[in-house]
């Protein structure tokens, strides 16, 4: 796979290279129009560009041409015959992305699971857990894996908002014997969220280790996945609670601490005997080394997550990306994630 600079500096290399034929071309001008077109409908296929751009510009110049059409009916034609050109791309380029998610459907058939427990740390708070924690299930849930999101980031919990959910009852609830545990669980996107309110020193009482032990056993043959927010840091007795059977995923920035940080808590996970599947790389703006990070953190990194201002504006709206913008690279490389993770856990 090439990596992000030689892949901009290929489609530089094309884009003057066709240029260059364009300007040495002497047919006609109906022709070279053609000629353009295809080109983009070919480039969008290579490079994976969004098929809605070309349907956008067609509706923007069919606009134009209605409104030059009573001043200047050639300019308003011409504009006209570029919408036709640039529609007809986008219903293109849309129907090769249904025929090749339809394929990749029927041709990849995904292990069934029971009761597989993922946990999704961090080492330190903002580097982006709980949105790939409130994505990651939804892409789960897409590829319909019976999957509960719940959220055990008991100092600052926040799933319910990432997942656009207004709770009556929740986890603390059913903790401090207030509620049944169904009557905590939440539907959305395809998923079941089980929220949090915050509970100050929770885990400075033993009995409540026995109380997540027994949330896990009630809950864990009604799911494929429980996929499990947990605070930043070790979180050494959520780890002594839910047990060997837990899997680790780290979320981690590029930048050198944030790397350290995950490489501390994958030595304790380690040692509790706990399985750590690898790291998610998230808001990733620049070229990495991925063979460096890998040797020295010793562990595989199984997920690249862009910076992208749209996963922001998402989680403000409370709505998880991979719902709403499937087609950004942030959602498609989450939904790579997920189905790499069902094998890995099959």
């Known amino acids: 796979m090439l990596k992000k600079r030689e892949q901009e500096l290929l489609l530089a290399i094309t884009i003057v290279a066709f240029l260059i034929f364009m ?3 002497r047919g006609n001008k109906e022709l070279k129009i053609l000629l353009i077109f295809a080109f983009y409908f070919f480039a969008s296929l290579i490079y994976d560009l ?4 070309p349907i956008i510009a067609a509706i923007f110049l069919l606009i134009s041409a209605a409104i030059v059409l009573s001043k200047n009916e050639e300019l308003a034609n011409n504009l006209a015959i570029y ?4 529609l007809v791309v986008g219903v293109a380029l849309q129907l090769v992305e249904y025929l090749r998610e339809h394929r990749e459907e029927e041709e990849e058939e995904l292990p069934e699971l029971r009761g597989k427990c993922i946990a999704i740390a961090s080492g330190k708070g903002g580097v982006g857990k709980t949105t790939i924690a409130s994505n990651l ?3 789960l849930a897409k590829i319909e894996k019976r999957c509960i999101l719940i959220d055990f980031d008991f100092s600052m919990p926040n799933l319910d908002i990432a997942m656009g959910i207004k709770p009556e009852k929740n986890l603390k609830d059913f903790l401090f014997n207030n509620a049944e545990i ?3 669980i939440y539907y959305a996107h395809g998923c079941d969220v089980l929220p949090t309110l915050p509970i100050p020193n929770f885990f400075k009482k033993e009995e409540n280790v026995g109380k997540l032990k027994e949330l896990i056993n009630k809950i864990k043959e009604k799911y494929e996945i429980l996929l499990m927010d947990f605070p930043p840091g070790s979180n050494i007795e959520l780890l002594e609670a839910i047990g060997r059977d837990m899997s680790l995923i780290l979320v981690t920035n590029p930048e050198k601490l944030s790397l350290l940080d995950s490489f501390n808590i994958a030595s304790i996970a380690r040692e509790k005997e706990n399985k750590v599947i690898g790291i998610i790389l998230n808001r990733v703006e620049e070229e990495i080394d991925v063979d460096s990070i890998e040797n020295e953190m010793g562990l595989p990194i199984i997920a690249l997550l862009p910076e992208d201002s749209m996963v922001r504006e998402s ?4 709505i998880p990306i991979v719902s709403e913008e499937p087609e950004r690279e942030f ?3 989450i939904m790579k994630l997920a189905k ?3 094998r890995v856990l099959s």
């Open 340 to 342: 790499f993770l069902v």
């Open 50 to 53: 969004d098929s809605r751009y």
């Open 83 to 86: 919408a036709y050109y640039f």
């Open 137 to 139: 299930a939804v892409a």
């Open 315 to 318: 989680l403000n709206k409370e």
């Open 23 to 25: 300007f040495a071309f």
């Open 182 to 184: 169904e009557e905590c």
């Open 331 to 333: 959602s498609r490389e």
